[in-house]
DNA sequence: TTGTATGCGTTATCAG
DNA sequence: CTGATAACGCATACAA
């Protein structure tokens, strides 16, 4: 409670308080493994208590040779809905107790670059990378792996989230299987005429929804053909403004695929700018299931990623090293139908 | 872009092969006031960036007595609309190329206790407390605040964001103007009869929101009566609940002010519920402006509060040092008024 | 089990 | 301006 009589305690205070070692010291309030006389630990808590001992995490990682926290890579701060991803890491590890410094890197690759020097830097337990949401076209480049590859000969663990084909540890949230099962469900609702509003052309999240989606069409003899497939931004104005080109192309659509939510709610309010009926005239479907936009409406049909688990998964792979080569964990969401998807007659 | 022969490379790589000392390894590479003759100065980075070398910050910290980073403390990682505050922060930040430290205090004052704690074994450069929203009653109780004055004494820095009255550098972020804004603007829209979503009785936040606003009605001459005042969760749910509770008392209600837009959402989902027409029935309003909101209809009438000039300024906080007693920025948001508020008819 | 001594990677001090 | 050398706070091999 009271503090030192300058400012921080040190160990050696708390050894000095306690009259032990500092070795004995350390054993007793970090060093897990040894054993400590009950009688001499309590010694210690007690003198750590009194000068309000708290160790210095810092000294810690520099004897250890690496520190305790977990950095989670973001590839923004997107303003409009913060990466489920993170918020999945963030409420594991704070389950686990765990620091977890977030760092952005700006959408940029090269930015992502030298973000990892720099949190190489700070020599983590790990470095979580929360893709999953607006990749930029080749986020993940040579050089970028290069820079992870190397803080993990270092000793650190990398773990990706929702970019598979990384050569790192990784928690798939099944982008693909998404957009199959939503596909499926649609189908049997009696849809037939999609456009699908892709995301960026070269994100690998965005890309496997639509592959996943376009597939399970076409085992249904459901074409899409690629001139159904607009590209855009994989945020709320990439929606706005694919739906706007939607509208000026004028193919035959019942039902809009968004890649992400976010798209399809820019999507809506394109739509009804235009003075559409949803779903009357024009049917909307996303993927993500992001809480903030329960009380859109029409209520937005879309698919539940499992993004608590994966950031519960990632954690665990941090937590148990293990050198035989990547590991994956594959996880899955699951669809949700609500009023933007109405069941069609029979045709 | 090579690595050394294991795996970091240290400080001491560096200096043996640029053929120098560890001091002018050091002093080419961060030091910053001493000056190096330029040509050792070239050979040194030359050597670094062939070695692959990144200081290790943790042994910076240690030697320098604390780390450079800034810590971030929000009261819970909300999965519906993630902190305006942080967000704010974080972009900041991100603009200082600062690293920052999140962690949650789970909207419990023990815990958040304990979480300066931890934080003050990481000797971070500030603590920044973002509050403002779902702030629980007496979060910032005395232990805490203890706590935090013990870390200052380290010589730590800390900055409140939106929560006046700490003993701390503190950014206001105007949240009694906030209040009094909108209810001047609403009341020359011709509104008289309002019911307050207020949100947590004893959350300063909410306190001080209510208080403008009804203060500023009352020198109009419109008394908002207690019986008008709903207490309420800060959150989505606790709209939902206290625009219930509003039906249930079917006290003459024109127009809804909630405490924040996530109440306001929640309180239009019951109000459609409940089958009325918004705005012709009932006008809501709240105060935010979140960007995830910007799609919600009716578009919602707010006050938007300066998030990322608060973080800029809570930075600004922390890098300009000064012991004159605590410092207090004060910001202002401003009104935006958009469908959720017509226009009333003249009286 | 406990204490001693040494190392971790950087910065800071103080001579040269 | 540069280079030995001593901190910094903690962990740990090694000896007792």
Redesign the interface.
């Known amino acids: 409670m009271a ?1 030192g009589s300058n ?2 305690a040190t160990l050696a205070d708390v050894a000095r308080r306690a009259g032990v070692s500092h070795a004995t010291a350390s054993r007793a309030l970090n060093g897990s493994t040894r054993n400590v006389r009950p009688d001499l630990r309590q010694r210690v808590l007690a003198a750590a208590g009194e000068l ?1 001992y ?6 810690q ?2 004897a250890r040779g690496r ?1 305790e ?1 977990i950095a989670l890579l973001v590839n923004g ?1 997107n ?4 990466s489920p991803v993170a ?1 999945g890491v ?2 594991a590890a ?1 389950a686990d ?1 765990r ?6 890197s ?1 959408n940029s690759p090269e930015q992502a670059t030298r973000v990892v ?2 949190l ?4 983590p337990r790990a470095i979580i990378l929360a893709g999953g949401r607006s990749v930029t076209a080749g986020a993940w480049d040579a050089r970028l792996v290069d820079e992870l590859t ?1 803080y993990q ?3 650190g663990r990398v773990v990706a989230i929702s970019e598979e084909g990384l050569p790192f540890d990784t928690v798939a949230v099944g982008n693909r299987a998404a957009g199959a099962d939503l596909a499926a469900q649609l189908a049997d609702l009696g849809y037939r005429d999609f456009t699908v509003l892709a995301g960026p052309a070269q994100a690998r999240t965005a890309h496997d929804r639509v592959a996943g989606f376009r597939e399970a069409l076409a085992e249904r003899g459901i074409e899409v053909g690629e001139d159904r497939v607009i590209h855009c931004g994989f945020d ?1 104005d990439g929606g706005y403004a694919a739906a706007g080109e939607c509208l000026r192309r004028r193919a035959p659509t019942r039902l809009l695929f968004a890649i992400s939510d976010a798209v399809a ?2 999507a ?2 394109r739509l ?1 700018e235009a003075g559409m009926d949803l779903p009357g005239e024009m049917a909307v479907a996303g993927i993500d299931d992001v ?7 029409p209520a937005l049909t879309t698919v539940r990623l499992p993004w608590p688990e994966a950031g519960r998964a990632a954690l665990d792979l941090v937590a148990e090293p293990d050198d035989t080569g990547p590991r994956v964990v594959r996880l899955r969401g699951h669809v949700v139908l609500r009023e933007s998807t109405p069941a069609l007659g029979r045709l």
Chains 1, 2 share one sequence.
């Open positions: 503090q400012g921080r309000g708290v160790v210095n995490s810092a000294a990682a520099v520190g926290h701060i303003d409009d809905y913060f918020s963030l409420h704070e107790d620091m977890v410094t977030m760092i952005s700006r020097a720099s190489r830097a700070q020599r190397l000969n270092e000793g709320r709610v820019g809506i309010a009804r809480p903030a936009l329960r009380d859109v409406s």
